[in-house]
């Protein structure tokens, strides 16, 4: 290490490097009253068509349209039928409950890991509703909401995680990393935001084809620091790509907090000002405002004028995932204390404020949701778990790595099947 | 070898010309393909490899990017999920690191990951290899470096007639291919001799190339000439200056030009390396961990009863391409005949 330089004669202080720190640590008392909440009518809702550099103010603001006593307000207000107020209810309802199944059962040895998105329902829920069917969706891998509201099957999700005879991926990715083309969601990757530039590319393609279809990607606010994500925006701006750009800011990126990817200095909505890109940062605990937010970019994504770029402003209530125990490194009470509520409690007492729904009501749902998740559970754990070993046939391991296997792959799954066969004999199978 | 089919009108082209031929053909024969990369589009390529191209077949079928190569490759994982077939462009192998890990983690392992429920029909063309006075940022040769990566081909032409037809089988094969063009070779074969003016194209055989469709099956190499006295392995630009020090130093060398790295002609090798018993492996790259490296294991575990001489790699060295020094990094001639004498000698 090299001595520490003589400083010239100044009187300027010494420089300093700021590492950024979070204001609560466990043991603290969380108190975010200094986080600004707009009025609900406070954001003006530009033409989808609108120029970004004439709506930046939108990349700082707040998006929002239920108030904190359950009224839908301003002109975000997506004016919903209750009959999609309640599907939408449902799907976040249906979301949770399968989260809280699958992380007890990751918790009883059932699996490898797991995922939930507790507190980000809605950004996924809502967001899926505000698109086409047929639109494709880039997830990264906390939008379970997206398979779930697409009606994707749940023993399906539950196949995968447990790499089971049902998983259609055969036991080769880590749980939750589901692939599902016909419900136009993209193979989850593992690897941080690299479907962004995919999602582009996929909506560029759309676009030279004369296609109809936009596609949405997803990132959390840590992983927008990584390269890929300004790849995205710089190719979406060059050609004016059909694409939703969503940064789930939901403040943690497993212990680091949003000010490591920069979210002490600016909004995450706000990189998009810089790239001449639709941003905004909407309230992403507030269903309806992911509805409307959605629903305007892809308005304007198909009407040829361009991506948006919207920043999710909520809260991960729980753990990154399954191996990690957030209670090391943050407040306890931080997700009580968030200043935004719950999106599911909202858009309850929103549907109870229209007088369409009540206690009794939800408590039977929630009943009904918590048995189909349960029997859907039974189901899968009758095609085998992780737990309990290997369900694939061995010589799956070699196929996929191209579309026919070369010699070297072949000789290299005739040793493993010898192997196999010494360590287990000639007549086993998989389970 | 032309099949019967295949025997249509042929012209004399060079490597560049081949090659923007084979993407001509293809992009008139496949709608769903498309040709990006930096200065690829109306200027037609640093190299020229694409002139031409977007003026015929349209802005939307062949464009410019920016320069980012991440983008580009993430770009085109995504196109090759809509269902478009992309031949990108990395406008030297030297920049494929910025874009290696939608390479590595994303276009090789799509098809696997997702159990063929999406795949990745890309080729990565890119233009490799020194002797240009391309100095360090220009001029590497990092094919062992894709022949790493799990769910990627690696192919190498070394002259236009395999450029085409190779380029061709890439193109339509449904899984990622790094296509690397060995630079020096575009305008003409190398002999080795820096100093001696370089030889066109039109002067060898494998420069009359069929204006139409044609393929070369990937994974099959080629013998340049047949021998008695050693095998030489080889690929690329090495084809030429080895093939010109063989003829110098009158050795009854069989030298193979592998043309595809990977999956590799184990056949080919085999059968010649059991046949002459002496192996000499020649590339232009760094040499720890080079591919002279594998073929080197794969030859003694498959061959080693039949070795009358420990097997020997010429290479470059473990350097950074020097600019001013290229010819004393360059495995030229002193350094190939030096290392014939040597095997030949027991």
């Known amino acids: 290490m090299p001595e520490t330089p003589q400083r010239p004669a100044s009187n300027l202080p010494p420089l300093s490097l700021h590492i950024p720190e979070p204001r609560y640590r466990p043991g603290d008392t969380p108190d975010f009253g200094d986080i600004e909440v707009p009025a609900v009518e406070a954001a003006p809702r530009p033409s989808e068509a609108t120029k970004p550099d004439a709506m930046r103010e939108l990349s700082y603001g707040l998006v929002r349209v239920l108030d904190f006593d359950g009224h839908a307000k301003g002109q975000w207000d997506p004016k919903l039928s209750p009959e999609r107020l309640r599907t939408m209810l449902r799907n976040m309802m249906l979301t949770r409950a399968f989260d809280d199944r699958m992380f007890r059962a990751q918790r009883q040895g059932k699996t490898s890991f797991y995922m939930k998105c507790t507190g980000e329902e809605a950004t ?106 300004h790849s995205a925006l710089t190719f979406a701006t060059v050609y004016n790509a059909p694409v939703i750009f969503n940064v789930v800011n939901n403040q943690w990126a497993i212990s680091s907090f949003s000010g490591f990817a920069g979210g002490e200095r600016t909004t995450f909505a ?30 304007r994504a198909r009407t040829n004028n361009g991506p948006t770029l919207i920043e ?82 061995f010589e799956t391991m070699f196929d996929d790595v191209f579309e026919e296997l070369p010699w070297h792959l072949k000789e290299q799954c005739a040793q493993m099947l010898a192997e196999q066969e010494a360590k ?8 | 070898m032309m099949s019967a089919e295949t025997q249509t009108a042929t012209k004399t082209m060079n490597m560049i010309e081949a090659i923007n031929s084979a993407m001509d053909v293809m992009l008139e024969r496949d709608p769903n393909m498309v040709v990006m990369g930096e200065d690829v589009g109306f200027f037609g390529g640093v190299f020229r490899a694409t002139a031409g191209l977007q003026k015929k077949h349209g802005k939307t079928r062949v464009f410019d990017t920016p320069i980012n190569e991440c983008g580009i490759i993430g770009v085109a994982v995504g196109m090759g999920a809509y269902g478009l077939r992309p031949v990108p462009e990395i406008q030297f192998a030297d920049y494929i690191y910025p874009g ?47 022949t790493h990566i799990c769910g990627v081909k690696t192919v190498i032409p070394s002259n236009p007639y395999d450029a085409k037809g190779l380029l061709i089988a890439a193109i339509e094969d449904n899984d990622p291919v790094v296509f690397l063009e060995p630079k020096r070779i575009y305008n003409g074969p190398f002999s080795g001799y ?32 047949a021998g008695e006295a050693l095998t030489i392995l080889v690929y690329g630009t090495m084809v030429h200056v080895t093939k010109t020090i063989v003829e110098e130093m009158g050795i009854d060398a069989e030298i193979i030009d592998l043309r595809t790295l990977l999956p590799l002609d184990i056949d080919a090798i085999e059968a010649s390396v059991k046949k002459t018993g002496r192996c000499l492996i020649i590339h232009e790259a760094t040499r720890t961990s080079g591919f002279g490296a594998e073929l080197a294991a794969l030859v003694q575990e498959r061959c080693f009863y039949h070795l009358e001489a420990p097997v020997e790699r010429v290479t470059g060295f473990d350097t950074p391409y020097p600019h001013s020094l290229e010819w004393a990094y360059f495995p030229g001639p002193v350094r190939i005949a030096t290392a014939l004498t040597k095997i030949l000698k027991d």
């Open chain 2, 194 to 225: 820096y100093d001696r003016p370089v030889e066109p194209w039109s002067k060898h055989d494998a420069s009359a190339v069929p204006e139409d469709y044609y393929r070369i099956e990937l994974g099959k190499a080629a013998t340049v000439r």
């Open chain 2, 100 to 146: 290696l890990d939608q390479l590595v983690s994303e276009a090789a392992r799509l098809r696997y990951r997702s159990a063929a429920d999406f795949i990745c029909p890309m080729t990565v063309r890119t233009p490799f290899g020194g002797g240009i006075f391309g100095g360090q940022t220009h001029s590497q040769s990092p094919e062992s470096i894709m």
């Open chain 1, 124 to 229: 996924s829920v809502a967001s899926t509703m505000a698109i086409d069917r047929t639109d494709m969706v880039f997830p990264s891998y906390r939008q379970q909401g997206i398979l779930i509201t697409r009606d994707y099957p749940l023993i399906q999700m539950m196949n995968q995680i447990y790499s089971n005879r049902g998983d259609h991926l055969l036991g080769r990715q880590l749980p939750i990393m589901y692939s599902a083309p016909e419900h136009g969601f993209f193979s989850v990757s593992g690897n941080l935001a690299t479907q962004y530039p995919q999602a582009v590319g996929w909506a560029m393609a759309s676009a030279s084809k004369g296609d109809s279809r936009i596609a949405t990607v997803w990132c959390g606010e840590g992983s927008s620091a990584e390269g890929d994500f």
């Open chain 1, 270 to 299: 706000a990189r998009a000002v810089g790239y001449g890109i639709a941003g905004l940062r909407i309230d992403g605990n507030d269903p309806l405002a992911v509805y409307a937010a959605t629903q305007w970019a892809a308005d």
């Open chain 1, 312 to 393: 999710h402003f909520t809260y991960r209530s729980e753990g990154h995932s399954t191996s990690d125990d957030p209670s090391a490194y943050r407040a306890a009470d931080e997700a009580t204390a968030w200043p935004l509520g719950d999106p599911i409690a909202r858009l309850r007492q929103h549907l109870e404020t229209l007088g369409e729904w009540d206690a009794e009501r939800h408590e039977a749902q929630a009943r009904e949701l918590d048995d189909l998740v349960k029997t859907t559970q039974k189901q899968s754990e009758k095609l085998g778990i992780l737990g309990h070993g290997m369900h694939q046939p």
């Open chain 1, 424 to 431: 287990f004999g000639p007549n086993w199978k998989p389970e």
